[in-house]
């Protein structure tokens, strides 16, 4: 379902009664000021990106059992050499390719729908909220992209966004709305990433069983935080949505 916003007023026009407007050296009329943009709905997008984080949610719990048979096999290969065959290792090696190559479709896929709802979400917020926002609609993809800056810059478009799309109180006055779902999502995130890159840089070293053992349990640790993490992304994207939708078609201010 898309929504947009009313078309500006027309120019004025000749009413009867009052003629054509004077002609002489008055100073021309100022322009009308231009619309503040069109809303787009972010609904479909949002179908997409649930679908999406369930599944790789999906995912990320398969990993998490694949590290923990590995962890398995590893704890028993240094307990008893003899007690792990061939036939095990090989398929802990063929599950954790696996593991790891729908993981990274799914979460390339996941990226680029992500950006492209939290743009148009970041553009229907300009809308609603002119004077909201401390940074250009660009930043909401730029952001993500500038290192260091982007430690903050994505949470900071999201809470702005958040509170451009809160609908006002039934006397038109700003009702504050509670941050928590965009803060807990932003703070697993980045946990989410921290874990997930101390696992990579593990497992590129790991050679023994003992350090394979202990960079397995690194890994389940970090596909159970992703985990988290999708799921608050999820509430946070339905949430969101849900809020400008409600915006969009039932007014700016809430009657309850």
């Not at 803060?183 to 696992?199: H, K, P």
């Not at 840089?201 to 069983?209: G, V």
């Not at 202990?214 to 799921?231: E, I, K, R, W, Y």
Request: net charge neutral.
């Amino acid at each position: 379902m898309s929504f947009s916003t009313p078309d500006p007023a027309p120019s004025a026009s000749p009413q009867p009664g009052f003629g054509p407007p004077p002609v002489g050296p008055y100073p021309a009329p100022a322009p009308l000021p231009p619309a503040a943009g069109v809303l787009r709905s972010p609904q479909g997008l949002a179908t997409a990106l649930t679908a999406l984080l369930s599944v790789g949610a999906a995912v990320d719990v398969f990993s998490a059992g694949v590290n923990m048979y590995t962890w398995t096999l590893m704890k028993d290969l240094i307990g008893d050499p003899l007690s792990v065959d061939d036939d095990s290792l090989d398929l802990a090696d063929t599950l954790t390719g696996l593991a790891g190559l729908a993981q990274f479709t799914l979460r390339l896929a996941t990226v680029v729908v992500f950006l492209v709802w939290f743009h148009r979400v970041r553009c229907n917020g300009q809308v609603f909220r002119p004077d909201g926002f401390t940074q250009s609609t660009g930043w909401a993809i730029g952001g993500w992209f500038v290192p260091f800056a982007n430690l903050y810059f994505p949470y900071r478009t999201a809470r702005e966004t958040w509170e451009a799309s809160t609908r006002s109180a039934p006397d038109g006055t700003y009702r504050n709305t509670s941050n928590a779902p965009v803060t807990a999502w932003w703070i697993v995130f980045l946990a989410s990433l921290l874990i997930d890159r101390v696992f990579a840089a593990q497992y590129l070293k790991a050679e023994t069983p003992e350090e394979l053992r202990a960079v397995s349990a690194v890994g389940a640790v970090s596909d159970l935080t992703t985990v988290v993490a999708a799921v608050l992304a999820l509430l946070f994207v339905r949430k969101l949505t849900a809020m400008q939708h409600a915006k969009a078609t039932r007014g700016p201010v809430a009657h309850v």
